[in-house]
């Protein structure tokens, strides 16, 4: 067994926990950490694909898009983070649910 | 052997992730999130890709884990009086209070795992060969830099690196949205502690320099502009905590300028090519490597002033009360 | 196996004892200081005796220029955050002690 099917395989697992985390977590930080860890799958599933491809090196277009995709997926968080505390210093509220 | 290292790995982030998830308190969240971070980062040098696991432990473990370290400075005092209550004090906060009624539940197991099996599937069926690799092998000599990555990142796929500034900058836009914009005409306290004014003073030349050397050992080896952009917005946000909000200082435009110099340098040279008969971000090889440079050197420079301005604004969210009550 | 070699293996492996030592105190220890003492004191240790292999092993006086220096930094920037949350944390108990007092 190859190193990238293993890291293929987690990378399922991690964007199914990521899922399962944005339903059941109920704290706005778990639920954009449960978003982060997503993404997180994704890339590496992608990365996991570039070293399946690798000829000299690894393939590099994968490697590109997912620097990007981590810049931008730590800018819509830091984006949702601020909504967060925004929220939060207006109603007092933490999560959607509301506490009775 | 290497078997066995990936696999521990594997087995490490995948229980990263979920105890991250289950914690019960948000510090720990936030803590075990910076653990996972760092152990994706050693996934990624595994799998041979090191500009990535430069980018996800600074940017991704760092900056993010700066900014929820920072949020938690909200959150967490009225966590932790919450389990003092004594309405709720018999069970402990955290998702075990409150169950959702055993349906939904059930229904969300079962679609996870659903999920979960559809998604194994894929993968492990997904056709081998393609990729990229060949291709850009063959141009890599055109493209002016001798690193692979960069020279997707920059050349072959400027476009996506362009958007993606341009990504970062509404970020920004959205954060002064939601925060109100703060960054302007801060009192210039500097830290009161002799030891972390030292400290600060001495890391602001050594994270600059090392900066510097990422964005230029980018052409040849991993590094480039992202790396070296959060090394220097680290810069920005030492000097932040330490008391020295470096906006304060500059004038205004002089800031928008910063903000804005990458994106639209980036657009001006797409559009001057384009007018040289070229298409959009296609250099002339004679000229690529220079061009890649400058173009890199400015999209640090705008990128590592954004994410400073990130932070910046939401630190100063939890300041100045007077602002929330007369919004409300 | 050359003794150089041998050198190294035995500074990882000492290195290696020392982030063990680190970890267990700071899952063992009670409180937040002895924590802060096995988390900077046993893990910086534990680096640069896994930094000195390192250096042996890759045997290019370059690379252990820029290895000593990672070391150092690390040595740096965890002494300082070690003493910053000390002294934050000093602050907490002492304005504790003087509600409870007051």
Known sequence: MEAYKIYSLTSAVLFVIGIGGIFIARHFIKKIIATIIMGGGVFLCFVSFAERDALNFADPVPHAMVITGIVVAVASAAFALALARRIYQLTGEESFTKDQ | ?328 | MTIKEVITVILLLVGCFFFLAGTLGVLRFPDIFSRLHALTKADNLGLGFIAAGMALHIASPLAALKIFFIWFFTLLASSTSCYLIARFQKEQDQSGNRKEGG
Request: aromatic residues 12%.
């Open chain 2, 1 to 328: 052997m290497s078997v066995l290292i990936d696999g521990i790995l594997a087995i490490l982030a995948i229980y990263l992730a979920l105890q991250c998830l289950m914690a019960q308190r948000l510090t720990q969240t936030v803590f075990l999130f910076f653990a996972f971070g760092l152990a994706l980062a050693l996934a990624w040098i595994r799998l041979g890709a090191v500009d990535v696991a430069i980018a996800e432990a600074a940017i991704a473990a760092g900056f993010l884990g700066v900014l929820l370290l920072d949020a938690l400075r909200d959150f967490s005092p009225t966590f932790s009086q919450k389990q003092k209550n004594p309405e709720t004090g018999q069970n402990p906060p955290g998702k075990d209070d409150n169950k959702p009624p055993f349906l939904p539940r059930l229904a969300l197991g079962f679609g996870l795992g659903l999920f979960l099996l559809i998604s194994l599937e894929a993968i492990w069926k997904t056709p081998e060969g393609g990729g990229l690799t060949a291709a850009s092998e063959a141009f890599l000599p055109e493209s002016g830099v001798e690193h692979p990555v960069t020279a997707v990142l920059l050349n072959f796929r400027a476009y996506d690196t362009w958007l993606e500034i341009g990504v970062i900058l509404m970020g920004l836009l959205a954060i002064f949205v939601v925060g109100g914009i703060r960054l302007y005409s801060r009192p210039f306290t500097a830290a009161q502690d002799p030891l972390l004014r030292q400290v600060i003073l001495f890391f602001t030349p050594v994270l600059f320099l090392f900066g510097a050397f990422l964005l230029y050992f980018g052409k040849s080896g991993p590094g480039g502009a992202f790396q070296a952009a959060v090394l220097w917005g680290a810069i920005g946000i030492l000097l932040h905590l330490g008391g020295r909000p470096v906006f304060s200082v500059m004038p205004r435009w002089l800031l928008q300028l910063i903000l804005t110099m990458g994106l639209g340098f980036f657009l001006l040279l797409g559009f001057l090519l384009m007018a040289t008969g070229n298409a959009l971000f296609e250099y002339p090889p004679a000229y690529s490597g220079i061009m890649i440079l400058i173009v890199e050197t400015l999209a640090a420079v705008s990128i590592a002033a954004a994410l400073t301005a990130i932070f910046a604004n939401v630190n100063l969210m939890k300041e100045d009360p007077n602002q929330t009550e007369s919004t409300t």
